[in-house]
């Protein structure tokens, strides 16, 4: 067992603490630009489970959360169909780092600054493990998805597409 001084206690960790959510921690070297394969890469596991958070935006100005297999991107014309809008897109990375709290590479859909929808593939939700930002860049946390649903009110979608 990784004891609580071999990792950060970040604003996502105190949130799954709260919620009860058991987990794992897992730092490896951050490497800019390196993304979810990186991230795959150092801890021997596939880049399907790896989840990115993504900051989103809709044409009326609602900020939303996605979270996305790592080896897949988000359709943003199925995710505004979806959502009722006529487009959505990412958010500028400074913005990103503003409503939610964290530096862009260590965005956790966990304890963000400001509360936003989380939309999470339905695919995310059947995979045996997941690892998810821990709130830092080079820290990720695994756990099961059907976690995710105690320590986030989840609305799952089908807006994944080949990377």
Known sequence: MVKAKD???TAAIRHLR???VAFLPH???YQDHGGTRHAAECLAVPEHQVIKTLVMRTDQGRIILV???GDRDVSTKTLARVLEVK???PVAPNEAEKVTGYQVGGISPFGTRR???VLVEAGILELDRIYINGGKRGFLVELHPRDLALALTLEP???AIES
């Open 18 to 20: 709260r919620a009860k």
């Open 115 to 117: 509360r936003m929808p």
């Open 157 to 159: 979608v089908a807006v």
């Open 67 to 69: 979270l996305m297999h």
């Open 7 to 9: 990792y950060p206690v």
């Open 27 to 29: 730092a490896y070297p």
């Open 87 to 89: 487009t959505v897109a």
